[in-house]
């Protein structure tokens, strides 16, 4: 590691890579995933694992791309088809990262990035470079196939994350090679809002709090009413709030950039100005009317784990979600040049709930997210089964030391190793590969997973052990890619955890509600424990490569049901018989 590395970056890195399990990765590599770990939303990470955003070794210029649609990570031509195919409007943003340690900037790999970056945007060959082509390839069909549907021109989001000190990073060169790379993208005339930064060591600091600290801000509440007392819940205050205090409790603190973390357990993303009610809000937020806007709307809902009585009507809060309000706050937001100087004097209703209880909270949660239409598998995370399968997790009886993050952000501050945290979205992914026979399901984003997989998985009657075991196996594997295994092999991941099921148990899994099941669950649990799985996974691996025709199968086929299906005959027909391991 660089030696001009600033000491407290170095230290944070260090940290980040014991948490995520990739101490054995080079340097460059992991400070490429520290740096997009830190810029890149938490709802985009959330969707796959960091080492995965990683180029191809020696893509020029650039580190990492993260290409969104309509809230889903995209990264070949068939995502954007099963992101644009049912929606009327499509919203896409694109993320660009260079991520250098050097304690300096450079001014010519500023200037390269933005080459690099523009050479991307118009779907140029890099016929070299297999992930980023895959990528530049599906903006383009994006761009033949659905323009008619953009809700606005794609936007960019571009990051040269540096350990530089402040003195750097601001200069006046610095400043003028960052401009003329904003000025040549927007000179290419199909793009919307495009951004760019230069992240110096202050700047890697302070990106680091936001993601990694509870948040804390201070209030003032208008006309508060303390409700009595109440089991689990050690302060609740009806009240109003004014839309300058809205704004500090929705800022990033930085700019004018909204905090999309304090929307994590909000169920419903913001839906736009397409949507009339938002519409109407910012409407009302712009004109004479916008004093009735405490009776006209409903206001938001604030869980927070502590709270703190400040001189006058104010309160300090920490650990906060906005739970509902999630479209007010953004109308707001986007309503902050209509209202001129009215800040002060507009208002909106609050309700906030202190409280420590974890139960409570998603009670809450559930509640206020319960009176609009709210798709079902967006609160998955709150149902019964969710609950006991958190619980059986936390109990660990098979000692696989994992943890199950039911809700968005609930390990903040809290001395977990990240690596170890099993999401909803890696929960089915793994249990669709291991125990459902369908891989192919496996590869495709969460809302359309739910809907292949959904009515199979988080049953009241399932046993919990499936699913911890599961869980363990994409972890093993996972693992396996940082400590030995061909990185190449990614794309058929949770087809080899398929083979890896049918090679310890010799046959078809039990049903999921069954003991039997439970009982196959802790035959792979402790096949896993072995000594020499790396070598069991490449010999799978190989082994379906083989039987693709020499090859790893294209990522069109591995999506297709009939690969799945011959794989299957395969391994139900002895073809699992030869390896030798």
Not at 68 to 90: F, M, P, Q, T, Y
């Amino acid at each position: 590691m660089g030696q001009d590395m600033n000491p407290l970056i170095r230290g944070l890195f260090n940290d980040f890579r014991k948490a995520e399990e990739i101490t054995t990765l080079g340097d460059s590599d992991a400070f490429e995933i520290f740096a997009s770990s830190l810029v890149l939303p938490n709802g985009l990470l959330a969707q796959v694992q960091k080492t995965d955003l990683l180029l191809d070794g020696g893509t020029p210029g650039i580190d990492v791309i993260a290409f969104e649609v309509n809230g889903n990570l995209i990264w070949d031509i068939d995502d954007v088809r099963d992101a644009c195919e049912n929606s009327s409007k499509v919203d896409v943003a694109l993320y660009f990262v260079q991520a250098k340690r050097s304690g300096s900037v450079s001014g010519v790999e500023i200037l390269n990035f933005g080459q690099v970056i523009g050479s991307f945007l118009n779907n140029r060959p890099f016929s070299s470079y297999p992930k980023i082509e895959a990528l530049a390839k599906s903006l383009g069909y994006l761009f033949d196939n659905y323009a008619s549907r953009l809700k606005a021109p794609p936007a960019v989001h571009i990051y040269f994350v540096t350990t530089a000190p402040r003195n750097s990073v601001t200069t006046e060169s610095t400043v003028e090679r960052v401009n003329s790379v904003v000025s040549d993208i927007n000179g290419l005339g199909f793009l919307g809002l495009v951004t760019a930064e230069v992240l110096g060591a202050d700047e890697v600091h302070s990106a680091w709090k936001r993601k990694n600290n509870a948040n804390e801000v201070e209030i003032r509440l208008e006309k508060q009413l303390h409700i009595p007392e109440m089991p689990g819940v050690d302060q609740a205050i009806l009240g109003v709030i004014s839309v300058e205090e809205v704004f500090k409790l929705i800022k990033s603190g930085e700019g004018d950039v909204l905090d999309e973390s304090v929307f994590y357990d909000n169920v419903r993303g913001f839906k736009g100005l397409d949507n009339p009610v938002n519409k109407q809000i910012v409407d009302t937020l712009g004109s004479s009317e916008r004093a009735l806007l405490p009776v006209l709307n409903n206001g938001i809902t604030i869980v927070a784990s502590s709270y703190s009585p400040k001189p006058g009507d104010a309160v300090s809060i920490s650990d906060y979600q906005i739970v509902n309000g999630c479209q007010t706050s953004h109308c707001i937001h986007l309503a902050k040049e209509a209202l001129g100087g009215a800040f002060s004097s507009v208002f909106v209703p609050v309700r906030l709930v202190v409280t420590g209880d974890e139960e409570i909270a998603t009670k809450i949660i559930r509640a206020t997210n319960s009176q609009t239409e709210v798709q079902e598998n967006d609160l998955v995370a709150l149902t019964n089964f969710q609950k006991k399968l958190e619980d059986f997790y936390n109990l660990d009886g098979n000692d696989v030391k994992l943890v199950y993050e039911r809700r968005s952000g609930q390990f903040y501050g809290k001395e977990v190793v990240k690596a170890r945290v099993v999401n909803i979205s890696d929960q089915m992914k793994a249990i669709s590969a291991v125990f459902l026979d369908a891989p192919q399901s496996a590869t495709r984003y969460v809302s359309r997973l739910y809907d292949e997989v959904g009515s199979s998985i988080f049953r009241e009657d399932h046993k919990l052990s499936p699913y911890v075991a599961s869980a363990f196996a994409a972890y093993r594997i996972e693992n396996a890619f940082r400590t030995g295994l061909d990185p190449s092999f990614k794309p058929i991941r949770y087809h080899i955890l398929m083979a890896y099921k049918y090679h310890v148990l010799g046959k078809e899994s039990a049903p999921l509600e069954s003991r039997a099941c439970e009982e196959q669950s802790v035959e792979i649990i402790s096949a896993l424990k072995r000594p020499g799985q790396v070598d069991v996974f490449r010999a799978l691996a190989e082994l379906i490569a083989t039987f693709a025709g020499g090859q790893l199968p294209s990522s069109d086929r591995l999506k297709r049901q009939q690969f799945t299906q011959e794989l299957l005959r395969f391994f139900q027909s002895g073809g699992l018989d030869s390896l030798k391991i």
